[in-house]
C-alpha cells in the first residue's frame, strides 16, 4: 500500500466562510500534524496567538497573520475581540485558521471560542495538535507514565494557585502520582507550598522545562524544596512547564544514551 499524504489531508476540504480552531503543536513546525502544515498552507488568514512560532508561519502560504496574543508586557487582545474578529473574518467569506500554541483544547481557550462559532452558526473543525507538556516531557526524556512509578498524570494550570476557587492542590497532593504545571512560573513557589502540606516529600524531584523544542528551549531540575528558588536565581520565565513527581528521576537514567 502507499499512501499518499495529498490523500490523507484531502478529505474533509476547508471551505470558504468556516474556521478551522488549529493547534500547531509545541514550537518546532517538526511536531505539526500532518492536516495543521496543509491548512497553513490553504487558509486565507489566519488568526494567532504569541506561543505560535516564526517557524510555523512560515509554511503558511497566505500573507494575512493577524496576531491576537500578549507581547512585550502589553496586555493581550481581550477574548470577546477574537471571537468576534473570527466571526467577521467567516461571515466575510474567508477560509479562517484560528491557530494555537499545543492543543487548542488544552488549556487553549478553544472551547469557549467554538461556542461563540456555534452561537453564530458558522461552520468549524477542531484539528488537535500536540499539547506542550507532552513534546516538553519527550524532549526532556522524562516518561509521562511508567508502570511501577506513576498509574496517571495530571494537567494543571498554575495561573491562578492560591487564590479563590483555585485547584484542590493539597487533593492533588494525596494522589502522590505526577502533576505537569502550565502557566506555573510565577505562583510555583504557592504550588509547593500547598503540596508539601498536601503530604508530598519536599525531596520531591521537580523538573522546569522552559521554551521547549525552540532555540530559546532550556530546563533545569530542583526539589518541591528548592523549585522556587531556583526558578528565580536561574531566571527562568514563561513558557515554562513544571514537572512533579517521581518520573524526573528517571531523565537522569533515560538521557544515558538518547539523543
Ligand atoms: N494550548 C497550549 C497551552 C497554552 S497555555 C498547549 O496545549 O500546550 C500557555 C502555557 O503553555 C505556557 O505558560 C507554558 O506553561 C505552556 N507552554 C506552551 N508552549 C510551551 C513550550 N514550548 N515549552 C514550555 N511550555 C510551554
Request: proline share 5%; aromatic share 4%; charged share 20%.
Amino acid at each position: 500500500m502507499n499512501t499518499s499524504i495529498e490523500t490523507i489531508v484531502a478529505a474533509p476540504e476547508f471551505q470558504s466562510g468556516h474556521v478551522w480552531l488549529a493547534g500547531a503543536g509545541p514550537g518546532h513546525p517538526r511536531y505539526l500534524t500532518l492536516e495543521v502544515a496543509d491548512a497553513l498552507a490553504k487558509a486565507d488568514v489566519i488568526v494567532h496567538d504569541a506561543l505560535v512560532s516564526d517557524g510555523v508561519l512560515s509554511l503558511a502560504k497566505t500573507t494575512d497573520l493577524i496576531f491576537v496574543g500578549k507581547r512585550g508586557g502589553r496586555p493581550s487582545v481581550a477574548q470577546d475581540d477574537i471571537t468576534t474578529k473570527l466571526i467577521e473574518l467567516a461571515k466575510a467569506g474567508k477560509r479562517v485558521l484560528r491557530l494555537k500554541g499545543g492543543d487548542p483544547f488544552v488549556f487553549g481557550r478553544g472551547g469557549e471560542e467554538a461556542e461563540a462559532l456555534v452561537k453564530e452558526g458558522i461552520p468549524f473543525r477542531i484539528l488537535p495538535g500536540m499539547t506542550s507538556a507532552l513534546a516538553a516531557l519527550a524532549a526532556a526524556n522524562i516518561p509521562a507514565t511508567m508502570r511501577g512509578i506513576s498509574r496517571s498524570i495530571t494537567l494543571a494550570t498554575g495561573h491562578a494557585a492560591g487564590t479563590e476557587g483555585d485547584l484542590d492542590w493539597k487533593a492533588l497532593a494525596k494522589t502522590g502520582e505526577p502533576i505537569v504545571v502550565y502557566m506555573g512560573v510565577s505562583t510555583i513557589g504557592t504550588i509547593a507550598r500547598l503540596l508539601i502540606e498536601g503530604g508530598r516529600s519536599p525531596d520531591t524531584p521537580v523538573a522546569v522545562l522552559m521554551a521547549a523544542t525552540t532555540p530559546d528551549e532550556r530546563s533545569m531540575t530542583a526539589t518541591l524544596e528548592t523549585v522556587e528558588a531556583e526558578v528565580k536565581r536561574q531566571n527562568f520565565a514563561a513558557p515554562a512547564l513544571i514537572v512533579i513527581g517521581r518520573i524526573v528521576s528517571m531523565q537522569a537514567i533515560l538521557s544515558g544514551s538518547a539523543q
